[in-house]
């Protein structure tokens, strides 16, 4: 673990997966949303006053829409990279849908009320929206990148005219920056749109989200012509990508780049760089464009350290801001009581043997640093075959928990799914927990290497192989809490959580 020296802070500012940050000042405050793909609650909204410590505040968007489509996990689907601007008193959040167009919501406080998405273009493979209200005359503009997979077409920014009121676009849109005809520049995505010293710049990222680096575009007029320097690559540094974020200024002046670096089943973890403009007008981020691991701290007031919160003692069976479900909730998921703990409600499904594809995980991001997760867990269902457990989940996953046997009995259970497969199977032997509880753990290593552990009431123990946490096509692996029971009829039971913790190694 780093130890900053006094005075500095040191990258990243956000170890966990908070993927495609964009920020925004308001007044002494600043804004922080990232994507949230299929989960529901999506858009978090994190808030900080001294650009390295944050905390999350809420969510603005309660549900995915249209709310049918996502019933059941689209893990790699729903939003995508959203922008987040101050505007006209309010704040506005676009995102593109892949599958559906370019969607905008606003409220006049960050923690709402939201208004509920509204579709400002319609089409496929629009992702990576942008707006820009320019001030001085009155105008207001959009711009976008295109994803291949659904329109056949990649590595180009596409801007349009759009209505003041961020309503929809004014015109068919035309292209204003084509990859294609920069020598060495693919995928280019992920498009930030500003106005600094009577240009229109675009700070976009380009190479691939492993590979790639930050670039800059500038033109006196929207439409162009454009002409792109690179300004943030990883040279001699650790720091892979470096990829896609958003510029923000302090009060006193300074100006700061925010952006994400892709760590595998860690998912897209948040780097703070300084930033300047050049004699030739130029920014230049980082160290003379390459990232800085430790740094100064903004000019700003000094703040109390913090993070987005992971712990939950569920008081009254609510749930803290940092879990999201794996698709829109539906009625009945949890039960909320008048005593501490998450009561989930053990729900009836056929596909029980793989949790990559139900809607009732509960949700939080997987830490970036070797951390040990802890919860207690009890099993109140009497139906044969339910079960609740603590799991790690990616495109492959494996979890830990309590079963209720066809004999009455409850087993401590450890089963796991390798990518290609379409059913778990058993990473240790069952063992008996007598009075139905469990402390489970697992400890998350180097490389996010996952070993699972129990405790039915005779010590701790450890349990199976090593497993090796992975991601989804987009997003970081996440820790996950669920009850499930077969298919059948009438009520089957819940279980009980209570005590999650998450502690560094």
């Known amino acids: 673990m780093t ?112 208004t509920r998405p509204h579709l400002v273009k319609e089409g496929k493979g629009l992702i990576d929206p942008c707006p820009l209200w ?62 600094h010293d009577g240009w229109f710049w675009i700070l976009a990222p380009a190479g691939g989200v492993e590979t790639g680096w930050q670039g800059a575009f500038r033109a006196r007029d929207f439409f162009g012509p454009y002409e792109e320097r690179v300004v943030l690559e990883q040279q001699d540094t650790q720091v892979n990508g470096p990829h896609q974020g958003g510029w923000v200024r302090t009060p006193s002046g300074e100006d700061w780049f925010l952006h994400f670096q892709q760590r595998g089943a860690y998912g897209r973890v948040v780097h703070l760089q300084p930033m300047r403009w050049g004699a ?69 499904t056929a596909d029980a043997h793989d949790l990559r594809t139900l809607p009732n995980i509960l949700t939080q991001r997987l830490p970036g640093v070797p951390s040990a997760v802890e919860v207690e867990l009890r099993l109140h269902s009497e139906e044969p075959g339910a079960r609740a457990g603590l799991t790690v989940l990616g495109d492959a996953f494996g979890w830990i928990g309590l079963q209720r046997g066809a004999d009455g009995a409850v087993h401590l259970v450890h089963r796991f799914a390798e990518q290609v497969a379409d059913r778990e199977r058993d990473a240790a032997h069952p063992r008996l927990a007598p009075d139905g509880r469990a402390r489970l753990r697992i400890e998350i290593g180097a490389g996010a290497r996952c070993r699972f552990a129990y405790d039915v009431g005779d010590g701790l123990r450890w349990s199976g192989p090593v497993f090796a946490a992975t991601p989804w096509r987009w997003v970081g692996a996440l820790l996950g809490l669920f009850a499930l029971a077969p298919v059948g009829t009438g009520h089957a039971g819940a279980a009980t959580f209570n005590e999650f913790r998450i502690r560094p190694l």
């Not at 990649?154 to 204003?176: C, F, Q, S």
């Not at 005809?181 to 280019?188: A, D």
């Not at 160290?287 to 919160?309: C, F, T, Y």
């Not at 569920?314 to 940092?322: A, E, H, I, K």
Request: net charge negative; glycine share 10%.
């Open 3 to 114: 130890h900053e020296q006094p005075g500095t802070y040191t990258n990243p500012i956000l170890n966990a997966d908070w993927s495609d940050p964009d920020v925004v000042r308001v007044g002494d405050d600043f804004y922080l949303t990232a994507s949230s793909f299929g989960r529901a609650p999506g858009l978090p909204l994190l808030h900080s006053r001294d650009l390295v410590n944050w905390t999350l505040v809420g969510h603005a968007l309660e549900r995915l829409e249209p709310a049918e489509e996502f019933r059941t996990p689209r893990h790699d689907c729903g939003v995508w990279a959203p922008a987040l601007r101050w505007h006209d008193d309010r704040f506005w959040i676009f995102w593109g849908d892949p599958d559906q167009g370019v969607f905008q919501v606003n409220a006049p406080e960050i923690r709402g009320p939201w």
């Open 134 to 195: 320019a001030d001085e005359t009155g105008e207001a503009y959009l711009v976008h990148a295109w994803a291949k997979s659904r329109a056949g077409v990649k590595n180009r920014l596409t801007g349009h005219r759009m209505h003041p009121e961020g309503t929809a676009v004014l015109d068919e849109g035309k292209l204003i920056v084509d990859g294609d005809r920069i020598p060495g520049w693919f995928t280019l995505e992920g498009p930030k749109l500003y106005r």
């Open 280 to 348: 030739d007008g130029w920014p230049v981020i980082g160290d003379e464009g390459a990232p800085v691991l430790e740094h100064r701290r903004p000019d700003l007031p000094a703040q109390p350290s913090a993070a987005p919160a992971a712990d939950d003692d569920f008081p009254g069976g609510r749930l803290g801001r940092q879990w999201s479900w794996t698709a829109n909730p539906q009625d009945g998921f949890a039960t909320q009581h008048s005593a501490d703990g998450l009561r989930l409600t053990c729900m009836r």
